[in-house]
């Protein structure tokens, strides 16, 4: 897949990730990986950056493994904003779809 | 690259962010790898799946808002800390510099103001030597001046004490052969001469201005004071005829009535103009105003004012020569206290001068 396409989709799928459940960092590579295969190196950049913005806030949790992990959890603002990001990504991909739809048939 | 290498890496190059983000960014990527290696993979492997670390440090500092190109340890355009010096160590010793000339900034700072304490304090000891040495010129070349000074005001003492009118003091001066002190004394008895009539002149011309003023404003309103009163006259001999007449039966009774108003109006006015002359103030209970009595009081009252004017004189007379006696006194007091104070000094004392006026000073002690 075109990086530029999954870095547009990257952010749309760490919010919803972390709507249905608090992760840790490694874990939310993981989910992601399943869906758009990025560097990984990426997602905690953009975990960071969504930190900063609010969108998500974190809590570390003691950990059986380990030492304790960071967990992240998705604000109030960050539902919006995931909100915000699934509507714009229907509209683009019905748009884009109807297009090509229509180009297909000519 | 193994892991403590990446993280030395990762760690130099984040450097430019605080040390608590610094630190939660680093343990993250610890535990992802420490997690991916425990998964089966090894570390080089893990941390190949990061990328580039300045791809992956620039990210990472996008997301604090921070230019990926600031601060030491970022690229320079060749590459990693390749030893060109705009890495972090030229960084650092800038620093060292700036902290060296901020010390030394200090410290002159700190040398200059201590400097000028002390050209204060000097100067300050400077102006007050200066000081303490001319008042001690002053002091010793003005003493026999001062001496001379007291000796004069002295000798004037007790000759304005002197009532007599003697002139010992002058003959005694004469026979000392200070022919200045004679010249002085008689110079300054004409200045006072002069004062005194110079001052009786500008008095007299005072006089004769407030005279003048007071004798037209006086004589108008006796004019107007006569003339409304000879009017009256008139009127007064006009409402007896017309009294006459009217008793007689004839018509002339408004006529009448408006002479006696006109009468008592004009008489009235002619008091009113009499008031509003200019008085002189009584002086005495035998002392009467020239302008308020004619000119037969004149010389009873001329008589009288000469009498106040000579006990005027005894009085001030008297008073004068209480007021010379207390001043002659202190004086003399204050002459034997400098006295006393200079014969306390090194300086040798002048011969003390032997004339009349210490066995006269005696007698009037």
Same mark, same amino acid.
């Given at each position: 897949m075109n990086a530029q396409l999954k870095k547009g989709v990257l952010e749309l799928v760490v919010l919803e990730s972390v709507r249905q459940r608090d992760m840790y960092g490694y874990e939310l590579v993981e989910e992601v990986s399943k869906v758009v295969d990025v560097n990984e190196g990426t997602i905690y950049p953009l975990l960071k950056r969504l930190t900063n913005e609010r969108y998500f806030e974190t809590y570390l949790r003691e950990s059986t493994e380990g030492p304790p992990r960071k967990y992240y959890h998705l604000t109030a603002a960050g539902v919006l904003y995931r909100d915000t990001l699934e509507k714009e990504w229907n509209e683009l991909t019905e748009k884009v779809g109807a297009f090509l739809e229509g180009c297909k048939n000519g | 690259m193994d892991k403590n290498t990446f993280m030395r890496e990762l760690e130099r190059s984040l450097s430019v962010l605080q040390e608590s983000e610094l630190r939660d960014i680093l343990s993250e990527y610890e535990q992802h790898i420490d997690m991916k290696v425990k998964s089966g993979l090894s570390e080089e492997e893990a941390i190949a799946d990061f990328g580039s670390i300045p791809e992956l440090t620039a990210e990472i500092l996008e997301a604090y808002h921070?230019?990926? *190109?600031?601060?030491?340890?970022?690229?320079?355009? *060749?590459?990693?800390? *390749?030893?060109?010096?705009?890495?972090?160590d030229q960084g650092d010793g800038e620093k060292e510099l700036r902290a060296a000339a901020e010390t030394w900034k200090a410290r002159a700072a700190g040398s200059f103001s201590e400097l000028g304490r002390r050209a204060v304090r000097l100067a300050r000891m400077a102006g007050r030597w200066v000081s303490d040495v001319f008042v001690f010129w002053r002091e010793f070349l003005g003493r026999p001046f001062r001496r001379f000074s007291r000796f004069w005001k002295q000798r004037r003492e007790e000759q304005l004490y002197?009532?007599?009118?003697?002139m010992e003091m002058e003959n005694a001066g004469k026979k000392r052969g200070n022919a200045g002190v004679s010249l002085g004394r008689t110079a300054g008895s004409f200045g006072r001469r002069l004062a005194g009539m110079a001052k009786r002149c500008f008095n007299s011309l005072i006089r004769l201005t407030v005279w003048t003023v007071r004798f037209f404003w006086n004589g108008t309103w006796i004019f107007l004071a006569g003339c409304m009163g000879g009017t009256g006259l008139m009127f007064l001999f006009g409402l007896g005829v017309l009294a006459v007449l009217m008793v007689q039966g004839y018509p002339v009774a408004g006529v009448t009535l408006g002479c006696l108003g006109a009468t008592v109006s004009l008489f009235s006015a002619a008091g009113l103009a009499m008031t509003l002359r200019w008085k002189k103030k009584k002086k005495g209970p035998g002392a009467v105003s020239q302008w308020e009595n004619?000119?037969?009081e004149e010389e009873a009252s001329a008589g009288t004012e000469a009498a106040g004017e000579e006990n005027r004189a005894e009085s001030w007379k008297e008073s004068q020569e209480e007021n010379r006696e207390e001043t002659w006194k202190v004086n003399q007091e204050e002459i034997r206290e400098e006295t006393w104070k200079e014969s306390q000094t090194d300086i040798p004392a002048e011969p003390e001068h032997e004339s009349g006026c210490g066995k006269e000073g005696g007698q009037y002690a």
């Amino acid at each position: 897949m075109n990086a530029q396409l999954k870095k547009g989709v990257l952010e749309l799928v760490v919010l919803e990730s972390v709507r249905q459940r608090d992760m840790y960092g490694y874990e939310l590579v993981e989910e992601v990986s399943k869906v758009v295969d990025v560097n990984e190196g990426t997602i905690y950049p953009l975990l960071k950056r969504l930190t900063n913005e609010r969108y998500f806030e974190t809590y570390l949790r003691e950990s059986t493994e380990g030492p304790p992990r960071k967990y992240y959890h998705l604000t109030a603002a960050g539902v919006l904003y995931r909100d915000t990001l699934e509507k714009e990504w229907n509209e683009l991909t019905e748009k884009v779809g109807a297009f090509l739809e229509g180009c297909k048939n000519g | 690259m193994d892991k403590n290498t990446f993280m030395r890496e990762l760690e130099r190059s984040l450097s430019v962010l605080q040390e608590s983000e610094l630190r939660d960014i680093l343990s993250e990527y610890e535990q992802h790898i420490d997690m991916k290696v425990k998964s089966g993979l090894s570390e080089e492997e893990a941390i190949a799946d990061f990328g580039s670390i300045p791809e992956l440090t620039a990210e990472i500092l996008e997301a604090y808002h921070v230019r990926a *190109d600031f601060g030491p340890g970022q690229r320079d355009g *060749d590459g990693w800390n *390749d030893g060109d010096g705009s890495s972090e160590d030229q960084g650092d010793g800038e620093k060292e510099l700036r902290a060296a000339a901020e010390t030394w900034k200090a410290r002159a700072a700190g040398s200059f103001s201590e400097l000028g304490r002390r050209a204060v304090r000097l100067a300050r000891m400077a102006g007050r030597w200066v000081s303490d040495v001319f008042v001690f010129w002053r002091e010793f070349l003005g003493r026999p001046f001062r001496r001379f000074s007291r000796f004069w005001k002295q000798r004037r003492e007790e000759q304005l004490y002197r009532t007599d009118g003697s002139m010992e003091m002058e003959n005694a001066g004469k026979k000392r052969g200070n022919a200045g002190v004679s010249l002085g004394r008689t110079a300054g008895s004409f200045g006072r001469r002069l004062a005194g009539m110079a001052k009786r002149c500008f008095n007299s011309l005072i006089r004769l201005t407030v005279w003048t003023v007071r004798f037209f404003w006086n004589g108008t309103w006796i004019f107007l004071a006569g003339c409304m009163g000879g009017t009256g006259l008139m009127f007064l001999f006009g409402l007896g005829v017309l009294a006459v007449l009217m008793v007689q039966g004839y018509p002339v009774a408004g006529v009448t009535l408006g002479c006696l108003g006109a009468t008592v109006s004009l008489f009235s006015a002619a008091g009113l103009a009499m008031t509003l002359r200019w008085k002189k103030k009584k002086k005495g209970p035998g002392a009467v105003s020239q302008w308020e009595n004619g000119e037969a009081e004149e010389e009873a009252s001329a008589g009288t004012e000469a009498a106040g004017e000579e006990n005027r004189a005894e009085s001030w007379k008297e008073s004068q020569e209480e007021n010379r006696e207390e001043t002659w006194k202190v004086n003399q007091e204050e002459i034997r206290e400098e006295t006393w104070k200079e014969s306390q000094t090194d300086i040798p004392a002048e011969p003390e001068h032997e004339s009349g006026c210490g066995k006269e000073g005696g007698q009037y002690a």
